[in-house]
Every structure is written in C-alpha cells, then in structure tokens.
Nanobody, 114 residues
Framework: QVQLVESGGGLVQAGGSLRLSCATS????????MGWYRQAPGKQRELVAD???????NYADSVKGRFTISRDNGKNTVYLQMNSLKPEDTAVYYC????????WGQGTQVTVSS
C-alpha cells in the first residue's frame, strides 16, 4: 500500500505563493490519476486539482489560473504550485488518487492571512 506524506504548507500573506509536495512511499508510476484535495474548517473535503490520463489536468473553478498540479514519477512525488493565494484557500491540503482509494496522509496546513 502506497503511503502519502504531504509537506510545504505554512502561513503566507494574501497574494503569496506556496509549493506543496506529496511524497509517496511506493512508486506512483503505475498510478495514472492523482489529485490534490483540501478541507477547510467546518467544510467537507474537496478536490481542487487533478491529473488524469483521460483528461489531463483539471482544476476547481475557485483555483483555476492560480494553482498548478504536476508530478515527477522518478521522485514518486506530486506537487501543487499555489500562486495568488487568498484567505479562502486556508485549509489542510491532502493528495490522493482520483478517486481517493489510498489511506489519507496527515495533510499539510495552509493558512493565508488577509
């Protein structure tokens, strides 16, 4: 079973940038569809970005044009570049397959101050 470890979160001012990383304990080379999810306090976890063989990269409307998902199969790592951050992006961010079938990692906290 592949394990997921997210990192790169932190506190940033509105308009700033962060790059999140998701390191996997096993190879993701054979995993075609990966995604980044987030959960804000009091809200359900939502998919914000994904990479699929069938449809390429896809983004939630709320992050389109600001976030970029990428992967490095050689490093077994998935990334999320987040630019022009807004306070409403504050959440715990997780990676997983799409749909999510692996055990969730601990996530990484992103806090955007206004």
């Amino acid at each position: 079973q592949v394990q997921l470890v997210e990192s790169g979160g932190g506190l940033v001012q509105a308009g700033g940038s962060l790059r999140l990383s998701c390191a996997t304990s096993g190879s993701i080379r054979g995993v075609s569809d990966m995604g980044w999810y987030r959960q804000a306090p009091g809200k359900q976890r939502e998919l914000v970005a994904d990479m699929t063989i069938a449809a390429g990269t896809n983004y939630a409307d709320s992050v389109k044009g600001r976030f970029t998902i990428s992967r490095d199969n050689g490093k077994n790592t998935v990334y999320l570049q987040m630019n022009s951050l807004k306070p409403e992006d504050t959440a715990v961010y997780y990676c997983n397959t799409k749909p999510p079938i692996l055990d969730w990692g601990q996530g990484t906290q992103v806090t955007v101050s206004s």
